[in-house]
Each structure stands twice: as C-alpha cells, then as structure tokens.
Antibody, heavy 118, light 111 residues
Framework: QVQLVQSGAELKTPGASVKVSCKAT????????IHWVRQAPGQRLEWVGW????????KYSHKFQGRVTIARDTSATTSYLELSSLRSEDTAFYYC???????????WGQGTLVTVSS | QSVLTQTPSVSGARGQRVTISCTGS?????????VHWYQQLPGTAPKLVIY???DRPSGVPDRFSGSKSGTSASLAITGLQVEDEAEYYC???????????FGGGTKVTVL
C-alpha cells in the first residue's frame, strides 16, 4: 500500500535552516508529484510547494519563494523540503502529500513538527 | 482576493445531515478548477474524502457527498456518525497565486 513516511521532529533556533524528508513506498515514485503543506498550531493548511513527478520541476508558493527548496532522490524514492532563515512563525507541522499531476492529494505523510525557538 | 472561506463550525445530532460550504472566487472555484475535501481528525494528517467536486475515494462511506456551483462548493454528511467529528477543509487551485488554496476549515461536532 502507498506510504509516505517523514523524518522526525526538529527544534531549530531563529535564522537556522531545516530539512525534512519524505520516504515514499508502494507505488512508482516518479509517476506522481509530491506536495508539501504546512499547518501552524490551530491554523489552516497552507500549501508550500511541489515537485513534479515526471520531470522534477518545482514550484513554490510566493510566500516562501527564496527561502524554500524542494528536491527529490528518485533512487531513494524520497522527497526533501528545506526551509531557511527560520523564524518563530515557521513553527508548524509540515506534511508531504502525493498527487497525480494537478489532482487531489490522495496520500499524506504523518507530519513533521518543526519548532523554531531561541 | 484569493481565499477560500468556510463556516468555522457546524453541529448536528447523530443521524442528521450537515452541510459545509466553501466560497471562493473567479480565480479558483469559479474558474472551473476542481474542489477537493479533506477530513482531519485531531492529531492526525488530513485524509481525502471527496475529490473532483463529487467523487469519493475507495473506502470513504457514501454518507459523504460533494457538489459545486459557480464560485462555491459544498460537502454534505448524511446520517452523521460520532466518528465524523473532525475538521474539514476544502481545496482548489488558484490561477492568480499559481498554487493551491485551502479553506479555513470547518469543525463538525456531533451532539
């Protein structure tokens, strides 16, 4: 069955960077895209960006442009989210999710809590 | 403005029908982009319950149904069950943001 398993919780200081991984199993990795979504405590879901399954192209929300990098290692069937210049407002659960092209997000990782605090 | 607006909360007795609305604009729902709905139980990741405005993934009970008209969409739960108590989010693509939007979420409470 399809599974997306994310790396563990992170505690970072303001100004640092964080890298979260998402290991995909149960399907052909490069046949689907991977999106990253975050959710601050008590807040709505917020789309961060995605990496296209076929060609590996990336697209980011304007809000995170310049601070975010999404990458993948097809041999490891893993996607990565890196967010730099962290501030307290970046404290949130970060989720990876699978989609077929621009379709719905049909499988989700369990989430990774990133806490930014001095 | 590129935003999806949902009623913050709805409630109903077990067995009743509740409806959750999602209002967008001409740059997202009104532009013809599909609306998808997710259920999020406390402390867990979201789960897809309706995709493509009206379709249910395998395994989702048929008491969940979706509709779309103009710049709005709705999720209905008919025959409300205790296990349906959760936060529900709508989602659509926005061509001004060139990205995906989520609604603010609706908390469903079973009385």
């Amino acid at each position: 069955q399809v599974q997306l398993v994310q790396s563990g919780a992170e505690l970072k200081t303001p100004g640092a960077s964080v890298k979260v991984s998402c290991k995909a199993t149960g399907y052909t990795f490069d046949s689907k895209s991977i999106h990253w979504v975050r959710q601050a405590p008590g807040q709505r879901l917020e789309w961060v960006g995605w990496i296209h399954g076929g060609n590996g192209d990336t697209k980011y929300s304007h809000k995170f442009q310049g601070r975010v990098t999404i990458a993948r290692d097809t041999s490891a069937t893993t996607s990565y989210l890196e967010l730099s210049s962290l501030r307290s407002e970046d404290t949130a659960f970060y989720y990876c999710a699978r989609a077929a092209g621009t379709g719905p997000f049909d499988s989700w990782g369990q989430g990774t809590l990133v806490t930014v605090s001095s | 403005q590129s935003v999806l607006t949902q009623t913050p909360s709805v409630s109903g007795a077990r067995g009743q029908r509740v409806t959750i609305s999602c209002t967008g604009s001409r740059s997202n729902i009104g532009a013809g982009y599909d609306v998808h709905w997710y259920q999020q139980l406390p402390g867990t990741a979201p789960k897809l319950v309706i995709y493509g405005n009206t379709d249910r993934p395998s395994g989702v009970p048929d008491r969940f149904s979706g509709s779309k008209s103009g710049t709005s969409a709705s999720l209905a739960i008919t025959g409300l069950q205790v296990e349906d108590e959760a936060e529900y989010y709508c989602q659509s693509y926005d061509n001004i943001l060139s990205g995906w939007l989520f609604g603010g979420g609706t908390k469903v409470t079973v009385l």
